[in-house]
């Protein structure tokens, strides 16, 4: 098969791997970036307008990298123009351009991937396992949480512009956690109520918040992403209480789980650094985008498979007016 030539459109941290892991994957190479910045970027076609990148003929997949509120537009036109799209997540800012873009990527027969990267770290893969296998029988209830060290001066300007990124953590962390639950459970979420706070100062975005959802079958669901100014660590913990015991995911460390009366069963060996993360999940992102379009088959986080969580997250802001 002929690599797929990809154009990655935002050259900033995240573009950065995005690049790095193309170049690097077998059956891809990198053609053309696109970026406001001048990049050095030898040997590839480089513009500032990303439109010029979308209408060249060496381009079969673009990987988009912007700032939330430009992912709708440069994700459709890029559908529109004949290309697979590979979409950091949100899909869009807005529940309604979150819709067009599903609906583009029908119209045009192109693949549309979101980059959820918690469903591709191996414990989550595991415990999803788990789950199908009844190793806590049936699910009754979930929490989930996730913090995350935010350095101002680590973080492009945008990232704190309600108007930009579309909202703060809700946006950025709960988006990951309410998809992963549902992907988890085998079925959509529900909005039910939430609260939101701001406690960094200065700060335009809210950066505290918790969610309360339901499953499609009453599952009680709760949701909490916190951005803090603390030591340089992120933590993360799913709880799966079910009706023969409890399981409890760290998506970058280990996976544990027990039956009611019974002994607890851990697995390690998924630890993965600090700076490694945002690259893990990544890469096999990447790898199951390119090997779906080879394959003639839907990827695992298309478009319309993470609607739900754009759902939840439109939910919880009109529920706050934030």
């Known amino acids: 098969m002929k690599p797929m030539r990809f154009a990655i459109i935002g050259l900033g941290k995240i ?10 994957h077998p059956q891809a190479c990198v053609t053309a970036v696109a970026d406001e910045r001048p990049v050095p970027a030898p040997g590839l076609f ?3 307008d990303w439109r010029a990148v979308i209408a060249r003929d060496d381009v079969d997949a673009v990987a988009i990298c912007l700032p939330h509120a430009l ?23 807005t529940l309604a351009d979150a819709r067009r873009l599903v609906a583009a990527a029908r119209e045009t027969g192109r693949t549309l991937m979101v980059n959820m990267t918690h469903r591709f770290y191996p414990p989550l893969r595991r415990a999803r396992e788990l789950l199908a296998q009844g ?9 989930d949480y996730y913090m995350e060290i935010i350095d101002r001066a680590d973080f492009p300007g945008w990232f704190f512009d309600p108007v930009q990124a579309g909202g703060g953590v809700v946006m ?4 990951h956690l309410l998809d992963r639950v549902a992907w988890l459970l085998g079925e959509p979420l529900a909005f039910v109520g939430g609260s939101a706070r701001r406690l ?33 660590s992120w933590a993360d913990g799913l709880t799966l209480f079910g009706t023969q015991g409890v399981m409890r995911v760290h998506a970058w460390s280990h996976i544990e789980w027990e039956t009611y009366g019974g002994p607890t069963q851990r697995e390690e060996g998924y630890t993965v650094p600090q700076a490694e993360r945002p690259a893990v999940g990544l890469r096999a992102a990447l790898e199951e985008f390119i090997a779906a379009i080879h394959e003639g088959r839907s990827p695992e986080a298309e478009g319309a498979s993470v609607l739900n969580s754009q759902e939840m997250v439109e939910a919880f802001y009109q529920h706050t007016r934030l």
């Open 15 to 24: 573009g950065r791997i995005h690049q790095r892991h193309a170049e690097a």
């Open 172 to 175: 950025t962390d709960s988006i």
């Open 46 to 48: 480089v513009s500032d």
């Open 71 to 93: 992912h709708a537009e440069c994700a459709e036109a890029a559908l529109r123009a004949g290309k697979h799209v590979f979409l950091e997540k949100p899909l869009a800012t």
């Open 200 to 232: 960094i100062p200065e700060s335009s975005v809210e950066d505290c918040a918790e969610i309360l959802c339901a499953s499609r079958s009453g599952v009680p669901v709760t949701v909490g992403s916190f951005f803090y100014t603390g030591p340089k």
């Open 135 to 143: 190793a806590i029988g049936e699910v009754i209830s979930v929490r």
